[in-house]
T-cell receptor, first 116, second 111 residues
Framework: NAGVTQTPKFRILKIGQSMTLQCTQDMNHNYMYWYRQDPGMGLKLIYYSVGAGITDKGEVPNGYNVSRSTTEDFPLRLELAAPSQTSVYFC???????????????FGPGTRLTVT | DAKTTQPPSMDCAEGRAANLPCNHSTISGNEYVYWYRQIHSQGPQYIIHGLKNNETNEMASLIITEDRKSSTLILPHATLRDTAVYYCIVRGQAAGNKLTFGGGTRVLVKP
């Protein structure tokens, strides 16, 4: 299994541009998440999904949109990029069906985004 | 979810045990204590979790006090590769499956 993969690894956007951060997992996990991490800070939850077709807001959803059309994919969309969205973005997934490790999340390698 | 308090940083000598404390005085009865770590620039990695009893796995041990208001993560023989930020997270079922990351403890293992 590749686990959780994210593309691109790095991206520079100009203010007002749009982009989609891709996230794919091959573990058949029902839960998926998007976090952002600003320098020197902990991760903050942007959006999450409990299954295909179901998404919900996290702690910092403003400026972002998500969709979950398949179990494997959970793309994050930035519509009008702003400098405040400069951050590292991590995608994660989890599977509630594992009783010995409930709620364990598996993280991707991250996408480093700069908005100038 | 209960809030956690961790020291911002600590140093540890290579080969020695690293003891990472975490306070979670407002923890409720059905909330688990989770530990994750984040090695520089990588995504966080699960280490261990527990509810009431002490737990041990191939990576670490978790000691939870009897009143559950604090816990300690123990890395038994720290190596240079254990240099990372360690996050203590308390969560319950009401959070769905969400994790709330605080500032964590930045651990530097020195030769």
């Amino acid at each position: 299994n590749a686990g959780v993969t994210q593309t691109p690894k790095f991206r520079i956007l100009k203010i007002g541009q749009s982009m989609t951060l891709q996230c794919t997992q091959d573990m058949n996990h029902n839960y998926m998440y998007w976090y952002r991490q600003d320098p020197g800070m902990g991760l903050k939850l942007i959006y999450y999904s409990v299954g295909a077709g179901i998404t919900d807001k996290g702690e910092v959803p403003n400026g972002y949109n998500v969709s979950r059309s398949t179990t494997e994919d959970f793309p994050l969309r930035l519509e009008l990029a702003a400098p405040s969205q400069t951050s590292v973005y991590f995608c994660a997934s989890s599977y509630l069906g594992r009783p010995d490790r409930p709620y364990e999340q598996y993280f991707g390698p991250g996408t480093r985004l700069t908005v100038t | 979810d209960a809030k956690t308090t961790q020291p911002p940083s600590m140093d540890c000598a290579e080969g020695r045990a690293a003891n990472l404390p975490c306070n979670h005085s407002t923890i409720s009865g059905n909330e688990y204590v989770y530990w994750y770590r984040q090695i520089h620039s990588q995504g966080p990695q699960y280490i261990i979790h527990g509810l009431k009893n002490n737990e041990t796995n191939e990576m670490a041990s978790l000691i939870i006090t009897e009143d559950r208001k604090s816990s300690t993560l123990i890395l038994p023989h720290a190596t240079l590769r254990d240099t990372a930020v360690y996050y203590c997270i308390v969560r319950g079922q009401a959070a769905g499956n969400k994790l709330t990351f605080g500032g964590g403890t930045r651990v530097l293992v020195k030769p």
